[in-house]
């Protein structure tokens, strides 16, 4: 149990472009779900925090107008980074709470995004 | 905000244990203290998570002493699948208020 999918899980765009990424929890409602970024040889940075049907919650300098955040079901959150730039290319990764867990998130595979 | 410290890199060979310490010298009353291994190019994975003590499962044990400023996972009997990153994780869920202060992890190095 406790599954989270991604998708897509690569994905190369051009430079000004918008791309969606989903986040989807499979066997389990996700009251929380939390995107991170990770550039290569680093480690995770908290982007922001998103709870099913409010607004998400940004990490400081992380411009919420660039990375736009939208939990519209307790099962699905996506993250569309909009007019991309080069400097966005990182691997993104979603996790997510399980309502009926105590402490724990659930990590998705993530998604590579390469922007030329 | 807890901050956490570990090693950059360790090697070990197959077979020995292998013991991972994280410094988090601020943590706070309501943080948990999570390990998680990570492949290059997945997410991580979750291996352990406690708040004081000891805590052993199928894969590993987590050390935690009194003052919680530290803690140390140990992987019994590793093997080269083992080769991956190990984040420390200081934080919690518990309530809205998420702080999830991620360490700069640990690249573990098996060698047969």
């Known amino acids: 149990g406790a599954v989270v999918s991604q998708h897509p899980s690569r994905v190369i765009c051009k430079s000004g472009t918008s791309v969606k990424i989903e986040c989807r929890s499979l066997d389990f409602q996700a009251t929380t779900m939390f995107w991170y970024r990770q550039f290569p040889k680093k480690s995770l940075m908290l982007m922001a925090t998103s709870n099913e049907g409010s607004k998400a919650t940004y990490e400081q300098g992380v411009e919420k107008d660039k990375f736009l955040i939208n939990h519209a079901s307790l099962t699905l959150s996506t993250l569309t980074v909009t007019s991309a730039h080069p400097e966005d290319s990182s691997f993104y990764i979603c996790?997510?709470?399980?309502?009926?867990?105590?402490?724990?998130?659930?990590f998705g595979p993530g998604t590579r995004l390469t922007v030329l | 905000l807890a901050k956490t410290t570990q090693p950059i890199s360790m090697d070990s060979y197959e077979g020995q244990e292998v013991n991972i310490t994280c410094s988090h010298n601020n943590i706070a009353t309501n943080d948990y203290i999570t390990w998680y291994q990570q492949f290059p190019s997945q997410g991580p994975r979750f291996i352990i998570q406690g708040y004081k003590t000891k805590v052993t499962n199928e894969v590993a044990s987590l050390f935690i002493p009194a003052d919680r400023k530290s803690s140390t996972l140990s992987l019994p009997r590793v093997s080269l699948s083992d080769t991956a990153v190990y984040y420390c994780?200081?934080?919690?869920?518990?309530?809205?208020?998420?702080?999830?202060?991620w360490g700069a992890g640990t690249k573990l190095i098996i060698k047969p």
């Open positions: 996790s997510a709470r399980d309502s009926r867990s105590y402490n724990e998130q659930f």
């Open positions: 994780l200081v934080g919690g869920l518990m309530d809205s208020n998420y702080q999830l202060i």
